[in-house]
């Protein structure tokens, strides 16, 4: 089975692991340091705190920005459940935007009016690696007094306006390096921002909420976790990182090969072509929406591996338990009816895009 996404590991990367095991520090040692400066500088944020999973950075930036209780924050359906989950774990109430047809990321126009007094943060998914349009939502932020955490998970590598995603202006910005990720440190995550305050707020919410007063001695001012990353995993995270923009170059090319075999595909709709995109996932839809899980059963038995991103937040069973039961946004229905993953990762070859090409012709041809 052709996965949907694949790691990318050469020999330079199992060599930089092997160092940090050879060495003193497997744990709070000096790579992590150099892995989040690289990162920071790759990115061009002041400052990235990098932790053991995106979920833990996406938990531990909403408790920076103070989110809690009774407050309201905007995202969307389409994502990874735990761009929400973490605001129902302290406290908040995620506030569900549609979509947009075309980019299948949240549809800015529609944010104002979900805003009411007890709205706090807009978190954007720059879905599939394509970022949202940020200049319009940090400027509805900025005029409503609210904050901003980008959930970047799929989008390290992309830019917006010429400017790399973690360096617009936003509070936060969180990054995950899961396997299917731009990079991977096999699990980890990464919170990026510019404000100082944020900042020390993150490294200790990393470690049990724990920092050194001016003596130098560990004092414990607020309840945190044991989110760290090991030396281990960012010593992979730096030798990934200088073959992030090859990553990214070759999931371009990937999604380039699908947009030359399934152009004038008529049962078929494509995603829009974005260049400044990281190329996360590749998504079609199925024009009829009867079509999408036959031909889903059809690619999976042929041996390609495709997936849904995603089932919409709102309709998992949890959420219905809490309150979301009848909850529908019109855009976000059609898209997750209709949505198919294609395999898009560095490894894939033309050859391949098009034996996926054909079979979905195939499936075409008779049905
Ligand atoms: C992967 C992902 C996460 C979670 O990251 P993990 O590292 O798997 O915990 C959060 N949000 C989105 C959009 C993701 O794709």
Not at 5 to 29: E, F, M, N
């Amino acid at each position: 089975m052709i996965p949907y996404s694949k790691q990318y590991i050469d020999q330079r990367d199992i060599g930089a692991v092997s160092a940090v095991l050879k060495s003193d520090w497997i744990t709070q040692g000096p790579t992590i340091n150099k892995f989040e400066e690289n990162l920071a500088n790759y990115c061009g944020a002041k400052y990235a705190v990098v932790v053991s999973s995106g979920t833990a950075a996406l938990h531990i930036a909403y408790m920076a920005a103070d989110l809690k209780t009774g407050d309201e924050v905007i995202t969307v359906p389409n994502t990874f459940v735990a761009t929400s989950n973490m605001l129902l774990v302290v406290g908040a109430k995620p506030i569900f935007c549609d979509i947009k047809e075309d980019t299948f990321n949240i549809d800015e126009t529609k944010i104002e009016k979900l805003i009411t007094k007890k709205t706090k943060a807009i978190v954007p998914v720059h879905f599939a690696g394509a970022p949202c349009e940020m200049g319009t939502i940090l400027k509805i932020a900025r005029k409503k007094n609210l904050l901003v955490i980008e959930d970047a998970c799929h989008a390290l590598g992309a830019s917006y306006g010429g400017i790399k995603i973690g360096n617009l202006k936003s509070d936060m910005t969180v990054m995950s390096f899961h396997p299917v990720k731009s990079i991977t440190t096999g699990e980890g995550g990464a919170v990026l921002t510019n404000n100082k305050n944020y900042y020390e707020k993150l490294l200790s919410l990393r470690s049990h909420g724990i920092h050194k007063d001016q003596n130098g001695f560990n004092v414990m001012a607020e309840m945190g976790y044991n989110y760290r990353m090991t030396d281990i995993q960012a010593a992979l995270g730096i030798s990934q990182l200088k073959k992030l923009d090859k990553f990214i170059e070759k999931r371009r090319r990937v999604v380039s090969w699908y947009e030359e075999a399934l152009r004038n595909h008529e049962e078929i709709i494509l995603p829009v072509t974005n260049p400044d995109s990281a190329c996360h996932v590749y998504v079609i839809r199925t024009k009829r929406i009867m079509d999408r899980l036959p031909l889903y059963n059809f690619l999976r038995n042929a041996g390609v591996g495709v997936n849904f991103h995603y089932p919409a937040v709102y309709s998992h069973p949890y959420y219905q338990k809490i309150g979301y039961a009848g909850f529908k946004l019109p855009m976000e229905e059609i898209y997750h009816n209709s949505c198919i993953t294609l395999p898009c990762f560095p490894g894939l070859s033309e050859a391949l895009i098009k034996r996926i090409a054909k079979l979905i012709n195939l499936f075409y041809e008779k049905n």
